[in-house]
T-cell receptor, first 112, second 115 residues
Framework: KNQVEQSPQSLIILEGKNCTLQ??????????LRWYKQDTGRGPVSLTI?????NTKSNGRYTATLDADTKQSSLHITASQLSDSASYIC???????????FGKGNQVVVIP | DAGVIQSPRHEVTEMGQEVTLRCKPI?????LFWYRQTMMRGLELLIY????????DSGMPEDRFSAKMPNASFSTLKIQPSEPRDSAVYFC?????????????FGPGTRLLVL
């Protein structure tokens, strides 16, 4: 069973609307959680990195939240733009050995 | 800075052939990572170097895969012999240190197709 589960697998939203992506993990002990944006045919680009003590972090219109007690994170996209169409990957790092566990991504399509 | 540079961008080869993928990390970065991405398995970490030394190669699938980092500005990932199931996009990433909070910068990837 994958240690990082993302939902929904894919979604379509209208330009200008908001959306929220979910990431649930079972990695333990927890070190940090990262959200990446990956455009089609490109490498992933880091959006946010959060450690245990952080419960929210923003990067422009992207806001990530973390609840380390329930082992859940979300990525909120505000006022979506066509350029937000991409795959969003949640990556959790285990403490101690820095092993990484990857979600399979949320595929977002923004339509005009 | 040009970012992480990977070559070739695309590679098509026949089963059994040797494949060598190349990576130039961002100048000044001392950590380098090789990843593989497929539709079925998503993104997987293959190997991680820090200061040119392999720190964690537990993600390398089998002995057909090998990676080297002879100096701070160059790394290779070799598959010998290649098999159709190795078809994937291979990414190289670098970061300024091996610390847990450091951002990794990804290259554009090499799209490998093994026939």
């Amino acid at each position: 069973k994958n240690q990082v589960e993302q939902s929904p697998q894919s979604l379509i939203i209208l330009e200008g609307k908001n959306c929220t992506l979910q990431c649930n993990y079972t990695v333990s002990p927890f070190s940090n959680l990262r959200w990446y944006k990956q455009d089609t045919g490109r490498g992933p680009v880091s959006l946010t990195i959060m450690t245990f003590s952080e419960n929210t972090k923003s990067n422009g219109r992207y806001t990530a939240t973390l609840d380390a007690d329930t082992k859940q994170s979300s990525l909120h996209i505000t006022a979506s733009q066509l350029s937000d169409s991409a795959s969003y990957i949640c990556v959790v790092s285990a403490g101690g050995n820095n092993r990484l566990a990857f979600g399979k991504g949320n595929q977002v399509v923004v339509i005009p | 800075d040009a970012g992480v540079i990977q070559s070739p961008r695309h590679e098509v080869t026949e089963m059994g052939q040797e494949v060598t993928l190349r990576c130039k990390p961002i100048s000044g970065h001392n950590s380098l990572f090789w990843y593989r991405q497929t539709m079925m398995r998503g993104l997987e970490l293959l190997i991680y170097f820090n200061n040119n030394v392999p720190i964690d190669d537990s993600g390398m699938p089998e002995d057909r895969f090998s990676a080297k980092m002879p100096n701070a500005s160059f790394s290779t990932l070799k598959i010998q012999p290649s098999e159709p199931r190795d078809s994937a996009v291979y990414f190289c990433a670098s970061s300024s240190s091996g610390e847990y909070q450091e951002t990794q910068y990804f290259g554009p990837g090499t799209r490998l197709l093994v026939l």
